[in-house]
Each structure stands twice: as C-alpha cells, then as structure tokens.
C-alpha cells in the first residue's frame, strides 16, 4: 500500500505493544527513555519484545525502520542499563579512531541484539566548548578533518554489526549558541558554515543517512537549513545521502505551520519526516502529508522503501549473550574512565 504516512520516522508512547497508539502506519519508529523500562534485569527482553511487536504490526510488507539515539555520553538511551559510558570527544583525545571503531561496534552488537536496525549517531558536528548549543562533547573536535575521522572510526564500527548509521546535523551547529531544541539557531557567517560542512564531506553518500539541523544560514534565508532545498537535495557541496530532518517538533521549526513543515521537508529533497515527541504532534504530521498531493511525496516514499527494502534481518535475543555484552560495555567504560583521568 503506497501512503505518506510510510513516511513517518515517529516516536510513540508505551513499553509494551498494547500501549502503542498510533492511529497511522508509520514507515519507521524511534524508541526513547520513556519507551525502555530502567530494570536492568527485565528491561531489555521488554524491549526486544516491544520492538518484535512492532515489527509485525507496521513491518509486514517491509521492514520497520527502528532507531534510537545512542551516542554514548551525554546522549545514551541505554544509559540504566549500562551505567555511564563516554562521549565521542572523550573517545577521540584518549584513543583516536581505533577506540571510537571500537565504541561504534560495542553500540551496534548491543542494539542488534535489542532488534534495532537504526542508530541516530554519529556526530560530526565541530566542537567549540558552547555551553547552550547542546552539543558538547558530543562532538570529536573542532577540526574538520579530526571529526570526520572520529566519527567515522565510529561509523565503521556501527556499520559492521548490521545497524545503519546517521550523519548528524548537517550542515553542522559548530560556533551556534541557541539548542535546536528551544529555538531556531543562526549563522551568519557564510565561511564557517562551509567550515562546519567540511566535516560531512568525506563519509557521505548516496545511501548514507544525513540528518538535517535546523539552523539558520545565509544560504537559507527565513527557512531553516531542513526545509530549505537549497540546503538539502541541492546543497552547494554537493553532499548525497538519504536526508531527513531533525525532529519536526522541535522549537527549530515551530514557526512554521504543519502543512508548511510538511510540505517543504519534502520540497527540500527529504525521504523521511521525522516527528519525536507528541502525539498531537505526530498525527498532525501525517495529516498534512495526506493533505499533498501524490507527486510531492511519492519520490521519498520510493527512496524511503528503498532503504527499508534493505535493512538487516534481527538477530534472536539472547540473555547470555546480552550478559556478557554489558559486561564488555561497563570493563569498556572503566578503562576509558581510567584512561581519561591519567
């Protein structure tokens, strides 16, 4: 069945299959902390059941698209059940590529196991020590060159347990000082903006997901960089990827209504709608994409399918094996804990 609501990457309420509500057949789903119950010991079999759940109800004719953001540090999902673990910045000054590969393939052994096939991570954009930009140490350095490398020893890593990998926030919030999240950020500055792209350039390409920020730049004019074509499909780098925006419910963006939203994601050269964290949110999304007309969200549809046509199939969920990788998770942390304080 061929619907714009396929198109929807979406959060949901609920911790077990019966408490999901969506009125609509998303394409994709993201799990957040109030999707995973903290136990340690039922937690993740609970989440795998979850994730199975979903996989019958909405993956039957392709594969469901199920993310999380597992960064690590900061941004860590996984955090109850793993304790403590760190940030990119901490992985590339102690260890340098080798050890953020390693971090990208513990991540990705941990969240096959739990039925993800989408991991919303890494990071490329710069470092700059902003305290309100809510990125951080999130990010591996402000050097272009060192990010890209950092989180692509993080991406190899990922990539080759099966789970996909998202280049994020395009064209990079390095030197911003408002979060996202709050507010529309800005640049002004035509070279740092290119300064922050540069990061993007070498681990992107025509299959690789690339999350869009909302930022302003001058390129974008009003628009947001993630509804602006200009600075997506039609980017002046030439940067390929399968594009979606950050969350469409962030304060980035509100100034524009859902059908406007909606409707220049997709004129932006979008093949996803990401939409986190309402469900008013997430409904009016799906209307005002059953609102358009077929030719300007049958492109991304196709693409959108495309990729779910080629996510890799689950891996049982196995106690022991879930055991012994928490165990590897937390010697894994301590050293990089003992190894940042020497």
Known sequence: MRSPEHLLWTGFRGLD???????????GVILFARNLDPDPLAGPARC???IDALQTRFGSDLPLAVALDQEGGPVSRLRPWTGPTPPLR??????GPEGCA???????????LLGFNVDFAPVLDLWDGHPG????DRAASELPAEAARAAGAFLHGLEATGVRGCLKHFPGLGGTTLDSHRGLPALADTQLVTRNAEAFLPLAHPDRLVMVAHLRTPASGALPASLHRGSVQENPWGLQGRFLPDDLEMGGCTDWNW???????????HQWL???QTPEGWTACAEAAGRLPERLWAPALAASRSMRRHLPATVPFDRAAWQHWLARIKAAASQATSRSAS
Do not use: M, N, T, Y
Request: aromatic share 8%; hydrophobic share 40%.
């Open 274 to 276: 990401l939409v986190c």
């Open 102 to 112: 390693a971090w990208g393939r513990l991540w990705g052994e941990g969240l096959r």
């Open 259 to 269: 059908d406007d939203r909606v409707r220049l994601s997709l004129e932006a050269g």
């Open 17 to 27: 299959p019966s408490e999901v509500d969506l009125p609509f057949r998303p394409g």
């Open 90 to 95: 901490q992985l590339w000054k102690d260890s």
């Open 48 to 50: 795998r059941h979850l």
């Open 133 to 136: 930009a809510g990125i951080g």
